[in-house]
């Protein structure tokens, strides 16, 4: 089986602490500081992981970093759920704010769109 071609993700922050509160809270999970290989090369470079698997889905992380701005842009990442409901609740309630409540998406489940708190627009995806 082929990997997802997805292999990687960042998704650019101002506020690195408000950021990660915001993530851990609305997925329930901790965030792992990534140090940087070259601290002298790139020394206005933060970032947070997602846990990772080596199994399946992309493995992603905040970023924050000079000339980057966070807010709206082209791309729409997704997290996925055991019911997006939850997680957009979660996401009102710490900062965020819900775009569009759950939906149904045929036989591929269903979705809802928050805002972080650093204006980026997230995708939440769940089967039930």
Same mark, same amino acid.
């Given at each position: 089986m082929k990997p997802n071609p997805v292999g990687w !993700? @960042?998704? =650019? #922050?101002q506020d690195? *602490?408000?950021? #990660?509160? !915001? =993530? @851990? $809270?609305? +997925? $329930? /999970?901790? &965030?792992?500081? &990534? *140090? /940087?290989?070259?601290?002298? $090369?790139?020394?206005d470079l933060e970032m947070w992981t997602f846990p990772m698997s080596e199994e399946y889905g992309a493995a992603g992380a905040l970023?924050?970093?000079g000339g980057?701005?966070? %807010?709206? %842009?082209g /791309? +729409? #990442? =997704? !997290?996925?759920?055991?019911?997006?409901a939850v997680e957009a609740a979660?996401? $009102?309630?710490? %900062? %965020?704010s819900i775009f569009k409540d759950k939906m149904?998406?045929?036989?591929h489940g269903f979705i809802a769109l928050v805002f972080d708190t650093e204006g980026n627009m997230i995708g939440l995806h769940s089967m039930k």
């Open positions: !993700f @960042e998704i =650019y #922050v690195m *602490p408000r950021a #990660v509160a !915001f =993530y @851990e $809270a609305m +997925l $329930a /999970t901790k &965030l792992e500081n &990534l *140090p /940087t290989s070259d601290p002298e $090369a790139w020394s970023c924050k970093m980057c701005p966070s %807010g709206g %842009g /791309t +729409l #990442v =997704y !997290f996925s759920c055991e019911d997006c979660r996401a $009102a309630a710490n %900062g %965020g149904p998406i045929g036989e």
